[in-house]
C-alpha cells in the first residue's frame, strides 16, 4: 500500500479481485477512503471521511459501491465512479463487521450480545407496585454471548461462520440455513482470529488464528497447516 498518512488499513478486496479499497487515517481523527488497482498499482481518493473513520467496509455484488459501517450507527454506499455517499440505513448499535454475500445479501454483526440481558418487569396496572413479590428489573436471562466477525458462505445453502465468545473462549461457529449451530474450532490459547476465508465450495474455511494457519471442515478434525 501507498506509504504516506499515518495508517492504511482495513483493506478489502472487490468481488472481481481487481481493485483494492483501502482506509487511511491521519492525526486528529482524519481519515479517507482509497481505492487502488490492483494490476497498475495505482491509487485515488474515493471520500474524504467526516468524523471518525468506518468501522468496516464491504464491496456491493457488482462492486459498483462499497458499504461503510460508521461509528455513528450508520450503514451507507459510496458510489465507486462518483464518490457519492448515501445513508442506507441506521442502527442501534454501531456494525462490527459486514459483509456482502455472492448473492447479494448484507451479513452484519450489530452491537454486542452481553451488553443486553432479559429482565422482568411487573405491568402496574394489574399489580399493586408498592408489594410486588419481584422487584422491577430482575434478570431473567444473563446474556453471556458475542459476535465478533461474521464470513458468509459462498453457497446460499451453505453455513455462515461466526467468531463467537460464548463460554470465555473465543471460538467458530458455523450456523447452517436450517437453524443447527455447530462449534468448529477449540482453541485453547487467547490468539485472535485475524481472518476466515470460506473455500470456493463452502465446506472448508481457513483460519488465520494469531501465527497460526487453520484449516476447518464439517467432514474433519481441525487441522493446523
Keep these: 500500500l501507498p ?11 472487490s ?4 481493485h483494492l479499497a483501502f482506509l487511511r487515517q491521519y492525526q486528529q481523527k482524519k481519515s479517507e477512503v482509497w481505492l487502488m488497482d490492483v494490476r497498475s498499482r495505482s491509487s485515488r481518493l474515493l471520500h474524504a471521511v467526516q468524523g471518525e473513520a468506518p468501522c468496516r467496509m464491504s464491496w456491493s455484488k457488482d462492486d459498483q459501491e462499497l458499504l461503510l459501517s460508521q461509528s455513528d450507527r450508520q450503514l451507507l454506499t459510496l458510489e465507486v465512479a462518483t464518490g457519492l455517499l ?15 454475500t455472492a448473492q447479494g445479501q448484507v451479513l452484519a454483526v450489530i452491537g454486542e450480545f452481553w451488553q443486553y440481558s432479559v429482565a422482568q418487569y ?24 458475542s459476535i465478533f466477525a461474521v464470513q458468509p458462505n459462498p453457497h446460499s445453502n451453505g453455513p455462515v461462520a461466526l ?3 460464548r463460554s ?9 440455513p436450517d437453524g443447527r449451530q455447530v462449534q468448529m474450532s477449540h482453541f485453547a490459547l487467547e490468539h485472535q482470529v485475524h481472518q476466515m476465508v470460506f473455500s470456493p465450495n463452502g465446506r472448508q474455511m481457513a483460519v488465520a488464528y494469531g501465527d497460526e494457519i487453520w484449516l476447518l471442515s464439517a ?7
Design 163 to 165: 467468531y463467537s465468545e
Design 122 to 145: 411487573q405491568n402496574p396496572l394489574l399489580v399493586d407496585t408498592k408489594n410486588k413479590a419481584t422487584p422491577d428489573g430482575s434478570v431473567v436471562y444473563p446474556s453471556s454471548r
Design 219 to 225: 467432514e474433519a478434525s481441525p487441522q493446523m497447516v
Design 86 to 100: 448515501r445513508s442506507q440505513l441506521h442502527t442501534d448499535q454501531k456494525a462490527l463487521a459486514i459483509h456482502t
Design 168 to 176: 470465555g473462549q473465543r471460538q467458530i461457529w458455523w450456523y447452517y
Design 15 to 18: 468481488q472481481n479481485g481487481e
Design 3 to 13: 506509504t504516506t498518512g499515518i495508517a492504511d488499513f482495513g483493506a478489502v478486496f
